[in-house]
């Protein structure tokens, strides 16, 4: 089957290239520029001898090239990420998989809070087309939408925290507690109108079909035929299309949800890494992002072309 | 150039449909301005812009002018919103801030979502072979980077020889304005946002290329005896402008959005030139949000209202000129 395997096939052999490619970017732009973590730790009392005697104990009095040959062997022949300048007694996968699990527990929330609102309200947008409610409760989402979660938190917190005193003002204590209230909502709300417009397209898109009315004419009560015909044949594409979406949207909303709220998560942290040149764990995080992504969006293409073959890019007629 | 002998005929025949592209760009123009939603978007952006774009002339204050004495004023007549911490006025501050977005905007928008798009898909749908591979493998690998923590990355390391390099041209050309005007902040913001941003774009133009360069007016003109220039610029160019005009509205609010986070998170337009970013970063700290949350409010409406009407917008366009084709 030349199909859909020899496409997959294709794009996972391109995963290594691509994050060859992306690895060394990261490496040289984040050596390239003046000053590097040693510089930063070692603040403003530095002896000079000291200063080269560190830099050379980790290497980075060579070449950037060379440098990045190093970095590479140890990651691909012993799977040492290298060191942490801030942590220094921990390795890089030590320090990385708390604040990975905190944010993705909280992107997982999110999401299922998403496609909770999304969905019954693109279903709904769908079944009132045409009077007034269609738009209304689209709209009221595409507002949320346009809200940058920049605005959204500081608001929720003006409100909440500052005023009513109902939750915490933000910091993180436990998965389980107030404390990720205002993360999620400020999360979740701009995904929704994305994934109810699409829900409501495809409603109706399906709403019209021959099999729609054929199961109408045998007489079948109009919520059988809704969820039964029209819904399970037309929100399955979208729950999958919109999952390799929301991965990106909800990233870089927890980039700015945890750095509004220290919450202490891997989005804060890059920030932090970013700031302090800890090189090794921006290279390991961007590798591991990008790999995300790759394997993600692959999954997406493959659960589409599962779903409609005429999505699959190599099948004959592929209408896109 | 034999080619050029047969130009007048080519030019002729490209004639009419140029006539019939341009009056379907009208009507659909035309069939935008019927929308009050549309409107209402447009005048919200006009708006904005004319603050922006303004600023120097229609700002009551400096952006930078203190005044310790009136700091944190409630709004009044001299201060329409209110001044913050440092007796900054707030709406002229908004109005230079939104200066910062219409120039990242403005200038991403043409560049990197209709200019490098433009060129990197024509030149990949129409050379093909080894060109088409480069530039489809290179959108693979930019379209797999996570574009944010790539985006804070690259300012943050590449401001210091950034700046380096434009004060090192300031020297040559004996002029000083561009660092102290924020030009080398917007310039570099700018650079980033369009470096990440043309893979949609140039994927989109190759696939529209690809299917022009078997149609027949184009086969035609090639039989004709144009120039392969000649084809790109008169023949597929105006026809896939709209597409890509449209499909590059859709990102407007996202750029703007972009840097207005990337300045939150500091690596963006350094202080003290405004950017909204700046703004909410002021107005969300704790203190100044339970005691004066007007410095929130203003900006973050706003950022709020532009982005929504740039959403809008962008889905108009987007009904409007894909309806055109059915």
């Not at chain 2, 105006?238 to 990102?251: M, Q």
Request: proline share 5%.
């Amino acid at each position: 089957m030349d199909g859909i395997g020899g496409y997959v096939l294709r794009r996972l052999l391109f995963l290594p290239i691509t994050l060859l490619v992306v690895s060394f970017a990261t490496f040289y732009v984040t050596r390239w520029g003046p000053g590097d973590p040693i510089s930063i730790y070692s603040g403003q009392y530095r002896d000079p001898e000291a200063f080269d005697r560190v830099r050379m104990k980790y290497g980075l009095d060579k070449p950037i090239v060379e440098q990045y040959g190093i970095w590479l062997k140890n990651v691909t022949l012993h799977g040492d990420f290298g060191v942490t300048f801030r942590y220094r007694d921990r390795t890089i996968p030590e320090v990385l998989t708390p604040k990975i699990w905190i944010s993705v527990r909280l992107g997982l929330y999110a999401f299922i809070i998403a496609f909770a609102l999304g969905i019954p309200i693109g279903v709904f947008a769908a079944l009132k087309r045409g009077t007034w409610l269609d738009p209304f409760s689209i709209g009221v989402f595409l507002l949320f939408q346009s809200i940058p979660v920049l605005v959204t938190v500081p608001m929720l917190v003006l409100l909440f925290a500052a005023k009513l005193h109902w939750l915490p003002a933000g910091g993180f204590d436990g998965i389980f507690s107030k404390s990720m209230i205002i993360p999620t909502i400020a999360l979740s709300l701009p995904s929704v109108a994305g994934i109810a417009r699409l829900a409501r397209a495809t409603m109706l898109e399906t709403m019209y079909q021959d099999y729609v009315r054929t199961a109408r004419a045998k007489g079948l009560a109009e919520y059988i035929v809704i969820t039964r015909h029209v819904a399970r044949n037309s929100l399955i594409p979208v729950m999958t299309t919109v999952v390799g979406l929301s991965l990106v949207g909800l990233l870089e909303g927890t980039f700015f949800v945890e750095n509004l709220l220290g919450i202490p998560g891997i989005g804060k942290f890059v920030v932090d890494a970013v700031t302090t040149r800890d090189y090794d764990v921006i290279l390991a995080v961007v590798v591991l992002i990008t790999s995300a992504f790759v394997v993600a969006n692959l999954l997406v293409d493959i659960a589409l072309g599962f779903i409609d073959p005429r999505l699959r890019t190599n099948a004959p007629g592929a209408s896109r | 150039m034999s080619a050029y002998a047969d130009a007048g005929d080519a030019d002729a025949a490209s004639q009419p449909s140029d006539n019939i592209g341009s009056s379907l760009t009208v009507r659909s123009v035309k069939r935008l301005l019927r929308r009050r939603l549309a409107v209402a978007c447009l005048v919200v952006i006009g708006l904005f812009y004319f603050a922006g774009i303004f600023a120097p002339l229609v700002a009551p204050y400096s952006y930078e002018e203190q005044n310790l004495d009136i700091s944190f004023q409630q709004p009044s007549l001299h201060h329409l919103f209110g001044t913050d911490r440092l007796g900054r006025d707030v709406l002229s501050r908004n109005m230079f801030a939104a200066r910062t977005t219409v120039v990242v905007t403005a200038a991403t928008f043409a560049t990197g979502f209709i200019l490098l798009p433009l060129t990197l898909g024509m030149l990949a749908g129409y050379r093909g072979g080894f060109t088409d591979a480069f530039i489809n493998r290179a959108g693979e690998i930019f379209g797999s980077i996570p574009g944010l923590p790539m985006l804070i990355l690259v300012s943050a390391t590449m401001r210091p020889k950034f700046n380096n390099a434009v004060s090192g041209f300031e020297g040559r050309i004996h002029y000083h304005g561009l660092t102290s005007s924020g030009f080398s902040d917007y310039f570099l913001i700018f650079g980033v946002l369009s470096l990440f941003g043309w893979v949609g774009g140039a994927r989109l133009v190759r696939t529209q290329v690809l299917g022009l360069r078997g149609s027949e007016y184009v086969l035609s003109a090639r039989a004709s005896g144009a120039s392969t220039k000649r084809i790109l610029f008169q023949h597929i160019l105006p026809n896939i402008t709209p597409i890509v005009i449209v499909g590059a509205s859709a990102s407007l609010g996202s750029i703007a959005l972009t840097e207005i986070g990337l300045t939150y998170l500091g690596v963006g337009i350094q202080a003290p030139h405004p950017s909204f970013g700046a703004l909410i970063t002021d107005g969300a700290s704790r203190s100044v949000l339970e005691n004066h949350p007007a410095l929130l409010i203003v900006p973050a409406t706003v950022v709020a209202s532009l982005i929504f009407a740039f959403n809008l917008l962008g889905d108009a366009l987007n009904d409007v000129f894909t309806s055109r084709a059915q």
